[in-house]
Every structure is written in structure tokens, then in C-alpha cells.
């Protein structure tokens, strides 16, 4: 057995530890090893740890919990992903309260040129689900590599992992219980045919009791994988919105398609946009223009000038560039905590300003 992913995986399992905490536990004392090896008074020491969570810490009885759950996942072909590794997802690294391990199954790139998310009502209208249909059709149709995570619920749900099957394109389920089972049962099938294009991620080990708290939990996962949110149908009140709020304090874009008004399950939507927390779109080409998915290799390069006018965010960029070098469009929008829509506008200007280079897979650097 590997002792260090079995330390990794009790760090994740331990109670009222979170992300945070559990990350500053590896990054005062060096390894998830390190944390058990530790004396209480010692693990004081660590910001947010307190005499009463050492204590927990040294009184826990994970560590037999995580041999088991090792046995588990080398038994399934599950794979896991601690937030140190590189296999762990870039766009969800940069999120503050990101797992400390996520368990993934099945066929993915999480790290792909393009992921969305596609969230909304489990009670979809026939409006909603034609939707759904039509976005997956023309993501197909033009060709784009771009993943399609969603809930694994009813509704929009299973509606958008359906729909991205039919059409090929890669597909992944965030559910909110461990990989030995799946809730609601009724969409094992789907879940299954998604293993072998997309797959399945959780952050919760097996024999997780489904828990309605989990569910609201998963949703920074479903939002933080993503370049952008799109809320499809929402009641007033309901998941989805949430993980719009999620994915808005990630300074990533969320998006909304408009109602009827006074229907019930586009009041979510309607009100989203109403307050600036979501924009609005009608389909594919207001997508494409507000992420500036436009084609630039067929844009012609602006001779560069020696003396260019930049505006502060613009400038922001470049100093970001010059200091990191080559950079993914997600983790400079993170930097200069600006939406992605914002971004990628800002970087193609400085495309035709001639003063960087668009690499393969949205990343960045200076000429």
C-alpha cells in the first residue's frame, strides 16, 4: 500500500477539517504525513488550528478508514487526485476552498481547452430542455473541444450529460456521495455510458451517507471546474443558483438564459440577470462573443508600436505576463480578479496590439 496517498487520504477524511485548514496543515509541516506525526502543542501552531482541533487531530481513527478506502479505489479503477498533484484539475486548483482530494472514474480531461457547466431546475420544461439540446448541437457542429459538466440530477441535469453523449462530447458528473454508489439511482445507465466519454467526480470517499448538505457542497466543484456557469431553469430558490453565486465569487462567468415572465422555473433566471448575477444569452453566438471564443489565427497581426496605450487592466496583464511568463486564460482572470469574458476580451486587444502570443489550450505569453 502507499503510505503517503494513505496519509493524503486520512488528511481528507478528517472531521470539521476542511480544504483550508487541511492545506495549511501540509504547508506549515511539509507533508499529510507530517500532520499525524505531529505532537498537539506543535499543530497549535498552524494558523486556524486551535488546541481543540490538535486535539482531534491526534484522537482520529482515519488513518485505518483511508487503508480502506485505498483497497477500494485499487479495486474499482479509481483515481485520485490530491491538490498538490499535477493530475489535480488547474481551474479548480485556484479556487480557495477547492478539495484537498478529488476521486475521479472514467475517461476525462478536466484540464481541457474548454469546460462548462450546465446547471438548473430538476423540474425542466420542455423550453429548458430544448436548451440544453441546442447548445450541445452546435458545441458539435463547431467543432469545439469543450467539456460538459453538470450535477448528475434530475432535469437539466441528466439533460445536459444526455444530450453531450448523443452529441460526443465529453462529459462529467459531480455527484455528491462516494463512487460505490449513485443517486438518483434512475441514472446509473447515463453514468455509465459517461465513463467512457467523461466520467464521474466526487470529492466524498465510498460509504458516504447521502446527505441533502453534500449536494450544496458538491456545487463548488461543478462550478470551480469550469470556465463558465450556465443556469439553464431555476425556480426562485434552488441549487443552481447557488452554484452561480459559487462560480461569480470565482471570478468565473455565469451565464443565464431568459423566461417567460412569471413562469415558475424562470423567476431563478430571470432574477439572476435582473441583479447583474448572471448575463444574458440566447444561444451559442452570445456565448462564443462574451468568453471571445472567436477564431484569432485569423486575425492579422497589428504591426507593434513603441509607444502603446494601455488602460490599467490591460496593464495588469502584461506586468502578470511578464512576471509569470506563459499563463492559462483562467489563472490570469484569478490573478487580476477580473470574469474570463473580461479577460479573454482584454488579451485579444493585446493580440492585435501585437504585444503577446495566444498559445494551444487558452494560454498566454509575451512577445
Excluded at 292 to 321: H, M, R, Y
Aim: aromatic share 8%; hydrophobic share 40%.
Amino acid at each position: 500500500m502507499n503510505e503517503e496517498l494513505k496519509y493524503k487520504v486520512a488528511l481528507s477524511m478528517l472531521p470539521n477539517i476542511g480544504g483550508i485548514l487541511a492545506r495549511n496543515l501540509v504547508a506549515y509541516i511539509g507533508s499529510a504525513e507530517g500532520v499525524f506525526a505531529q505532537s498537539a502543542k506543535a499543530l497549535t501552531k498552524v494558523p486556524g488550528i486551535g488546541e481543540a482541533y490538535a486535539r482531534q487531530i491526534k484522537k482520529s481513527d482515519v488513518l485505518p478508514k483511508a487503508e480502506k478506502e485505498l483497497e477500494y479505489i485499487d479495486k474499482n479503477g479509481i483515481d485520485l487526485h490530491f491538490y498538490t498533484d499535477a493530475t489535480y484539475p488547474r481551474r479548480l486548483k485556484g479556487c480557495i476552498d477547492a478539495p484537498l482530494i478529488i476521486y475521479t472514474k472514467g475517461n476525462m480531461n478536466l484540464d481541457s481547452e474548454r469546460v462548462i457547466s450546465i446547471v438548473g431546475t430538476r423540474n425542466a420544461t420542455e423550453y429548458g430542455r430544448s436548451i440544453v439540446e441546442n447548445l450541445c448541437r452546435e458545441f458539435a457542429e463547431r467543432k469545439y473541444n469543450i467539456v460538459i459538466v453538470s450535477g448528475l440530477a434530475y432535469g437539466i441535469d441528466v439533460q445536459a450529460h444526455r444530450c453531450a453523449l448523443n452529441y460526443k462530447l465529453p462529459t462529467v458528473g459531480v455527484i455528491a456521495h462516494g463512487l460505490d454508489t449513485l443517486y438518483p439511482a434512475i441514472h446509473q445507465q447515463t453514468a455509465q455510458k459517461m465513463l467512457e466519454c467523461g466520467g464521474i467526480v466526487t470529492d466524498f470517499p465510498s460509504n458516504t451517507k447521502i446527505d441533502p448538505a453534500n449536494f450544496i457542497k458538491r456545487n463548488r466543484i461543478i462550478a470551480g471546474l469550469a470556465d463558465a456557469t450556465i443556469v439553464v431553469e431555476s425556480a426562485q430558490k434552488g441549487g443552481s443558483l447557488i452554484t452561480a453565486d459559487i462560480a461569480s465569487s470565482y471570478h468565473r462567468d455565469v451565464f443565464a438564459f431568459p423566461g417567460r415572465a412569471g413562469d415558475t422555473y424562470s423567476k431563478g433566471c430571470n432574477l439572476l440577470i435582473r441583479n447583474n448575477g448572471a448575463t444574458l444569452i440566447e444561444g451559442i453566438n452570445d456565448l462564443e462573443y462574451f468568453m471571445g471564443w472567436e477564431k484569432t489565427d485569423k486575425v492579422d497581426a497589428v504591426q507593434s508600436s513603441l509607444f502603446i496605450d494601455l488602460n490599467p487592466d490591460e496593464q495588469k496583464v502584461v506586468d502578470l505576463l511578464k512576471a509569470k511568463g506563459e499563463l492559462f486564460i483562467d489563472q490570469i482572470s484569478a490573478e487580476i480578479k477580473l470574469p474570463v469574458s473580461r479577460v479573454s476580451a482584454m488579451l485579444l486587444n493585446l493580440e492585435f496590439k501585437n504585444l503577446l502570443t495566444a498559445l494551444p489550450g487558452k494560454m498566454y505569453k509575451l512577445r
